[in-house]
T-cell receptor
């Protein structure tokens, strides 16, 4: 069963606009990560946020985590055509649990940025 | 530095045949993983290895086996392929399965079609 569910499934925007993708999960986590996948390629790690963190930035990326709502969001500001890709959230399990050391991925959001 | 390599890039396989997907990393990472990616289902963990000499079952292990004889290699074997194993297979590694080193690095994938 999938731990993470992402919303929306697909997002289409113009260059320069901001893109927001959301991820919800079901069980307690150690960390939440976001990955990017260009068509036909492997996944690339973008950012990791731990369960005791609320917000994290990396360049044009901003990630928030609300553990009370079991949700996270990824914001890409001033999007570019090169940001077109699929974006996945992945949750890392708690220490001592069966999912510790492993990631559970959501189904992904397909982002298309039009020039 | 190659990172993670996978072979073959793609394969068409007759049902019932045996197939080994190869994965090699040169980053001296302790942990390695095999995922399958299917449309609408995201990535699902097949098997994992936290360190050389140990392996574990993921979410969808049936029909697959792995071995971890050394740090660098983590082959995935389909003993008798079935059409439902048609998928894109990704190998990944992380420095360690423990807290602080959970970011995963992905290979380019193997596209497998079982007829």
């Amino acid at each position: 069963s999938q731990q993470g569910e992402e919303d929306p499934q697909a997002l289409s925007i113009q260059e320069g606009e901001n893109a927001t993708m959301n991820c919800s999960y079901k069980t307690s986590i150690n960390n939440l990560q976001w990955y990017r996948q260009n068509s036909g390629r492997g996944l690339v790690h973008l950012i990791l946020i731990r369960s005791n963190e609320r917000e994290k930035h990396s360049g044009r990326l901003r990630v928030t985590l609300d553990t009370s709502k079991k949700s996270s969001s990824l914001l890409i500001t001033a999007s570019r055509a090169a940001d077109t890709a699929s974006y996945f959230c992945a949750t890392g399990g708690m220490a001592g649990g069966t999912s510790y050391g492993k990631l559970t991925f959501g189904q992904g959001t397909i982002l298309t940025v039009h020039p | 530095i190659a990172g993670i390599t996978q072979a073959p890039t793609s394969q068409i396989l007759a049902a019932g045949r045996r197939m080994t997907l190869r994965c090699t990393q040169d980053m001296r990472h302790n942990a390695m993983y095999w995922y399958r990616q299917d449309l609408g289902l995201g990535l699902r963990l097949i098997h994992y290895s936290n360190t050389a000499g140990t392996t574990g079952k993921g979410e969808v292990p049936d029909g697959y086996s792995v071995s971890r004889a050394n740090t660098d290699d983590f082959p995935l074997t389909l003993a008798s392929a079935v059409p439902s194993q048609t998928s894109v297979y990704f190998c990944a590694s992380s420095p360690d399965a423990r807290v602080g080193q959970e970011t995963q690095y992905f290979g380019p994938g193997t596209r497998l079609l079982v007829l």
